[in-house]
C-alpha cells in the first residue's frame, strides 16, 4: 500500500488497540451521558445505537450464530472502543479546524475508489473496515472523510500520524473541549487523546465468553 494511504490508516488502527472487557453492573452512576466533548453530549442512546450499527453488520457478515459468537468473542471492549472512536473524530475534527484543513467530498469518493480498487470492489473494502476497524458499511464515507482530515493535519504540520507533533495537535484539542468520560467508560488522558480505563464500584471484568453483554 501506498505510504500516504499507510498513513491514513494508522489512526483507526489505534483506535482499536485492545482494552480489558468490563461490563456495568448495579445503577448507573451517571446516567444520560456516556462522554461530554466541548460542552455537547455523546447520549448512552447514541453510544449503543453506534454499537448496535456494528453489530449489525458483523452479524450480517457471518453465516450462522457460531461464527458471531467467534466475532463477539474477538470484540469483546466494542462500546469502549466505540465511544474511544466517537470522542477521537470530534477531537480531530477539532484539531483540523483549528490547522484551517478541510476535506471536500470529491476527496473522500477518491479516496474511496482507490480503496475498492486495491481490496477488489466495494464490498470488500466494506466488509476489510468492518473487520479491521469495526466500522459499518454505513460510516464508511464518514470515517474516510476523518482519515483524511488526519492526513492533511499531518502533511500540514509537516509530520505524519505517528509522530509526536501530530498527536501534539490532537492533545492541544482535547484541551479545549474539555473532555469529560462517564467513569463507567473509563477517562480521557488529554496528553494521549486517548480513553483510558478506570476501575470503578460498580464494574466488574466479564469473560469474552459474555462480552456480547452492554457495556
Keep these: 500500500m501506498h505510504r500516504r494511504r499507510r498513513t491514513a490508516l494508522l489512526l483507526t488502527a489505534v483506535i482499536a488497540a485492545a482494552a480489558p472487557v468490563l461490563t456495568a453492573c448495579g445503577n448507573d452512576a451517571h446516567p444520560g451521558a456516556a462522554a461530554v466533548v466541548g460542552g455537547q453530549r455523546i ?23 457460531a461464527q458471531y459468537r467467534q466475532v463477539i468473542a474477538r470484540t469483546g471492549s466494542l462500546t469502549r472502543d466505540t465511544l474511544h472512536t466517537m470522542v477521537l473524530d470530534r477531537v480531530l475534527h477539532r484539531a483540523a479546524e483549528d490547522a484551517g484543513v478541510t476535506v471536500t467530498r470529491k476527496e473522500v ?37 476523518l482519515q483524511l482530515e488526519a492526513q492533511k493535519l499531518a502533511e500540514k504540520l509537516g509530520t505524519d500520524t505517528s509522530r509526536p507533533d501530530f498527536w501534539k495537535a490532537l492533545s492541544d484539542a482535547s484541551g479545549k473541549l474539555d473532555i469529560d468520560l462517564n467513569p463507567r467508560y473509563g477517562s480521557w488522558d488529554v496528553e494521549k487523546s486517548s480513553r483510558v480505563d478506570g476501575r470503578t464500584p460498580w464494574l466488574r471484568e466479564v469473560t469474552a465468553g459474555r462480552a456480547d453483554q452492554p457495556a
Design 43 to 65: 447520549t448512552v442512546s447514541q453510544l449503543e445505537d453506534r454499537v448496535e450499527e456494528v453489530r449489525t453488520a458483523q452479524r450480517e457478515a457471518v453465516d450462522g450464530d
Design 109 to 145: 469518493q477518491r479516496m474511496r475508489s482507490g480503496l475498492e480498487e486495491q481490496a477488489g470492489g466495494a464490498e470488500a473494502l466494506e466488509t476489510a473496515w468492518l473487520q479491521q476497524y469495526g466500522i459499518p458499511p454505513l460510516r464508511l464515507e464518514e470515517n474516510l472523510r
